[in-house]
C-alpha cells in the first residue's frame, strides 16, 4: 500500500482538521501518515489515530508569536529565519527519504516544497482560496486595510493599487527565507 504523508500547520484549527478530513476519506486505499512540528491542534492528530511523526526544531510560542506578528504587519521580517528553515528542510529530506511517500499533503508548511523537490516528492498543497493574496488584493478586496485608513479621501482604485503594493512587498519580506 503507498504511503501519503500529511504535514498540517498544526497550529492551524482549520488546515488541521482539513488534513485529517483528507487522510479519513482516503485512509484504507493509502497509508495515511502525518508530521508536524507543533501547535495547539498536534493532538487532534492523534486523536484521529493516525500514526504521527513529531519534527524538530518544534514550533514554540514565541515561534507562533513572531510570525503572527509578521502575518498582521507589525513586523516587518521574515515569518521563519533562515536558519530554522535549514534545520527543518534539511530534517524533512532525511525524513523523506526513510519514509519514500508517494505524495505528501501540505497546507502552509512550506519548508515541504523544497523537501519534496530534492527528493522528487510529489507535493499537494491543501490551501484555503484566502491564501492568494495577489490574486485578491488585485481585486479590490484589501482597498480598505487597517494601514490605509487615514488614506480612505484616495481614490478606490489608488488604494486597490496600494493595498496590492504593500502586500506583494511584505509577502517578499515574509518568504525571503524560503527562497
Known amino acids: 500500500m503507498k504511503t501519503i504523508l500529511f504535514t498540517p500547520f498544526t497550529a492551524n484549527l482549520a488546515e488541521t482538521t482539513r488534513a485529517i478530513a483528507i487522510a479519513q476519506a482516503i485512509v484504507g486505499e493509502f497509508d495515511c501518515r502525518f508530521a508536524s512540528y507543533g501547535g495547539q491542534f498536534e493532538d487532534l492528530v492523534d486523536e484521529a489515530g493516525f500514526p504521527h511523526t513529531r519534527l524538530e526544531p518544534r514550533v514554540t510560542p514565541e515561534v507562533m508569536e513572531h510570525a503572527y506578528a509578521v502575518e498582521r504587519g507589525k513586523k516587518l521580517d521574515t515569518f521563519m529565519p533562515l536558519e530554522r528553515v535549514r534545520q527543518m528542510v534539511a530534517g524533512e529530506i532525511e525524513f523523506l527519504r526513510q519514509l519514500r511517500p508517494a505524495a505528501v499533503v501540505t497546507g502552509m508548511t512550506i ?56 502586500l506583494t512587498n511584505v509577502m517578499k519580506v515574509g518568504f525571503r527565507s524560503f527562497d
Open 111 to 166: 519548508s515541504f516544497s523544497t523537501s519534496c523537490a530534492a527528493t522528487n516528492t510529489p507535493l499537494i498543497w491543501v490551501i484555503q482560496s484566502g491564501m492568494r493574496v495577489l490574486a485578491t488584493a488585485k481585486s479590490g478586496a484589501f482597498k480598505d486595510l487597517d494601514m490605509l485608513a487615514p488614506l480612505h479621501w484616495l481614490p478606490e482604485n489608488a488604494r486597490i493599487a496600494l493595498s496590492t503594493f504593500l
